[in-house]
C-alpha cells in the first residue's frame, strides 16, 4: 500500500510515471490526447519491418490493438521492400504525459515513425540510441527536400494511412502538399493525412479509441469529404510569413490534467 500511494503521489506531483503497465483488460480514459491507458503492451525492440530507436529516452507501450496494428505496418513496409521502419514514441506503460513535450501520446493509440527509407542494416541497441533520421522538407518548410523525397515515401504514408483503425496520420504541411500535387489514382487515402507543425522526419499515426472503450469517446473526426489540398493546407504556408508571437513561443501552454479515472490507474501495483 505504501508503494501504490507513493506511486500516486509521484505521479500527481508530475514525477517518476510507473515503469510497468496498469494490470487488466484493456481500458483507456481520457479524449482529446489526455488521459491513461490499463493493459497496454509493448512494441517489440525489433519485429519484421520494424525498430525502436533511442530506447533510453522513448516509450513503445500501447493499446494491444495499435501494436498488431503497427506489426502490420512493418510486415507491409517489409513487402514492399522497404528497410526496417525507425519507431519513435507510443505511450508510456500506463499513458500520461510522456517526456520531451509531447501533448498526445496519452492513450496507448498513438505512435511516432520515421520516414528514412535509405538502406540501412539491422543496427544494435547502442547505435540506435543516437539515431536521428533526417528531415524531408527544405529548410524554407515550403516544399520537400527535392534531394530527399522519393515516391516511395508517399507509398509508406499510403500503407500507414490504409491501416485498420487510422484516425490521422499528422506529417508536415510540406509533404501534405507533395502529397497534393503528386498522388495519382486512388487519392482517398489522402483524406486521413493532415498538416501540423514539425513532423518533417517522421508521422505520427494517431489510432480511433477501439471498440469497448466507453470512457474514450471519439475526437471530432478529419473533414468528411475533400482530400484537405485546400486553403486550409495554404494556411500553413501562410503562418511561416507571420513570425509566431515571443509569447506563443517562450510559455507553451499547460497540459490539460488527467481525468479523475486516471488516479487509480497510474496507482494500480504493478
Ligand atoms: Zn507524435
Not at 72 to 93: E, T
Not at 189 to 215: T, Y
Request: hydrophobic residues 40%; positive net charge.
Amino acid at each position: 500500500m505504501r508503494n501504490v500511494l507513493l506511486a500516486l503521489v509521484l505521479v500527481l506531483a508530475g514525477g517518476a510515471a510507473p515503469m510497468t503497465p496498469a494490470p487488466g483488460p484493456p481500458r483507456i480514459v481520457g479524449q482529446g490526447g489526455t488521459g491513461c491507458i490499463q493493459g497496454a503492451v509493448r512494441l517489440p525492440d525489433e519485429a519484421p519491418g520494424l525498430q525502436t530507436i533511442r530506447l533510453a529516452k522513448s516509450s513503445f507501450w500501447g493499446h494491444p490493438d495499435t501494436i498488431a496494428h503497427l506489426r502490420d505496418l512493418g510486415l507491409r513496409a517489409k513487402a514492399a521492400g522497404f528497410p526496417d521502419l525507425y519507431m519513435g514514441d507510443l505511450s508510456a506503460p500506463r499513458g500520461g504525459p510522456l517526456a520531451g513535450g509531447h501533448m498526445s501520446h496519452q492513450m496507448g493509440l498513438d505512435a511516432d515513425i520515421y520516414l528514412d527509407l535509405t538502406p540501412h542494416p539491422p543496427r544494435s541497441h547502442a547505435q540506435r540510441e543516437t539515431l536521428e533520421p533526417p528531415s524531408l522538407v527544405r529548410p524554407d518548410g515550403r516544399a520537400v527536400d527535392p534531394a530527399r523525397w522519393r515516391p516511395e515515401h508517399a507509398t509508406l504514408l499510403k500503407l500507414a494511412a490504409t491501416l485498420p483503425g487510422v484516425d490521422r496520420v499528422l506529417v508536415n504541411a510540406a509533404i501534405k502538399k507533395q502529397l497534393c500535387e503528386t498522388v495519382t489514382g486512388d487519392r482517398a487515402w489522402i483524406r486521413l493525412i493532415r498538416p501540423w507543425w514539425g513532423h518533417a522526419s517522421h508521422m505520427h499515426i494517431n489510432f480511433i479509441c477501439p471498440a469497448g472503450q466507453p470512457e474514450c469517446p471519439p475526437r471530432p473526426a478529419p473533414p468528411p469529404s475533400g482530400d484537405g489540398c485546400d486553403a486550409s493546407l495554404q494556411w500553413w504556408f501562410d503562418q511561416l510569413d507571420t513570425p509566431r508571437t515571443p509569447q506563443l513561443a517562450a510559455k507553451p501552454p499547460k497540459p490539460p490534467a488527467l481525468p479523475a479515472a486516471c488516479r487509480a490507474i497510474m496507482s494500480a501495483p504493478g
